[in-house]
């Protein structure tokens, strides 16, 4: 077979593997190699070769290196508490800064179980000790999973299109994980585990600094909005994709979707309330990621806000962009419209001040075309029983809104807090979540192929870690967008656009993950969902969506 590693040409042998045909180039690597990239298909370095393949090595300075690397610290702490408290179940819950938050439902943790299960993984990871994927056809994987009676995986045979099933095994202990693992345990050296309010974080480092930990930031706005939404899923009995299956096989998930719309919009009129009892706010500021369903969000709360006597009016910031000369530009040379200096905040001020006063403006309207602001003879005026709606990246920062009194703004973030999990081990990511939304609204609405949003898809999360989560916790309030039932929905829309995904293309490695997700979801039939729906932004069909 031929096998290609950059500029280079391998004649090799069926079954080589991997890990023994680049042995020199991993282990000269100036970075830590934990994985291989096998015709654009995330793969573990023990693959065995079994065809012509373009093969790319993954380091640690990678997301996807760094989300195998996260994947081998969670196994080996599952791995350790199993064998020093056997009957604990353990619910690893969210993501919080470079730490995962995890909590035993049957016990509490203690500081004297933190230094143990620290020193076991230590033991473990110093091992070195072999983690082997172990794949059975799927009447093997039924006939195993009767025989250990253990849930650990199981959603892989519960889809109607299953194929079998793959356990990770570490000597005598087996779970399942989503996604590749590191070879062996020596691969994740960087990590601490600390006792957490009433569970535990473990942490581990970032992929930009893969050699060392950086400072755990809490966010404790962020924290209590994943908390109430989990503690509310747990009483309505919704945690994993299986208990969601269940309830779409029973009645088409009509309870779970009845239960998410009711939330919402408790949560929206709760907001609403909260800016009306202050006589003091003049604006409301909403902020927050990508496909996060800010312009359903807004469109609610101000249908809110007029039951509270408040009439909402809108101001773009997208029409006070800088003259194009004055635009910055990012290290690529390339004009940089997300940065807050690419907006014209003096003139925006003095607008906003003026309107607070009560006077007029003339509106301005940004040519994109030849990068300049026109003035079209659009006036504004504020009444007193009105009040300013302005949603954009920057909104939850000050300096968009500096000449502004405190008292005077109400903000708020929004985003998709998934707290579905694929089982207790294995969250499933909000940015995952979202990044499914785009794909279909970009599709429905734009004619983006699904490949076209992957590959801006990094661009768009660089964006969002430098402009809006620094200042997430500034919110005055969090609004969560999720919908515990929204994967079923949008996994009938999106399916069809990653299979036409090439793998001869770079996306399809993403392609497939999120096609293997997907698949473990029962399809939620649409007629029973609201046309005021936030799902209705991304597929369409609503009153309120773009």
Known sequence: MKVTYENKVFEVEEGTKVIDLLEDEIKNAKTEVIACMCNNEVRSLNLE?????????????????????????????????????PDALLTVNYQLSNAMFC?????KMTDEMIDKIHKRMQEIIDKDIEIKKVTMALEEAKAFYEKEKTLKGKIQIDSADSYGASLYYCEDYYNYFFGVMPISTGYTKVYDILKYKDGFIVRYPNWKTPTQLSPFVENKKLLATLDEYEDIYKVIGINTIYKLNQEVKKNGALDAILLSEALHEKKIADIADNIAKDKDVKMVLIAGPSSSGKTTFAKRLGMQ??????????????????????????????YDFECIEALDTKLFNEHLIKLLNGEEIEVPSFDFTIGSKKYNGETMKLEKDEILVIEGIHCLNDKLTISIPKNQKYKIYISALTVLNID?????????TRLIRRIVRDNQFRGYSAKHTIKM????????????YPFQEEADSMFNSSLIYELGVLKDYALP????????????????????????????PQENIAKTSLIREFIGGGLLAE
């Open 424 to 432: 207790y081990y294995n969250r499933i990511s909000t940015t995952d």
């Open 497 to 524: 656009l990653l299979k036409e995904i090439k793998n001869t293309e770079p996306e399809y490695a993403e392609a497939t993950r999120l096609i293997k997700l997907l698949s473990y979801f029962e399809s939620v």
């Open 49 to 85: 070769l079994t065809k012509d393949a373009k093969i790319e090595l993954i380091d640690l300075n990678s997301k996807n290196g760094m989300m195998i690397y996260i994947r081998g610290v969670m196994y080996i702490m599952a791995k350790a508490l199993n064998e020093l408290y």
């Open 457 to 468: 898809w990094y661009s768009v999360n660089r964006g969002e870690e430098k402009y809006i």
């Open 103 to 107: 909590e035993l439902d049957n016990m």
């Open 305 to 334: 806000l007029k039951l509270n006597g408040i009439k909402p009016v809108t101001i773009s910031v997208d029409n006070y962009f800088v003259e194009r000369e004055q635009n910055p530009k990012d290290e690529f040379g390339n």
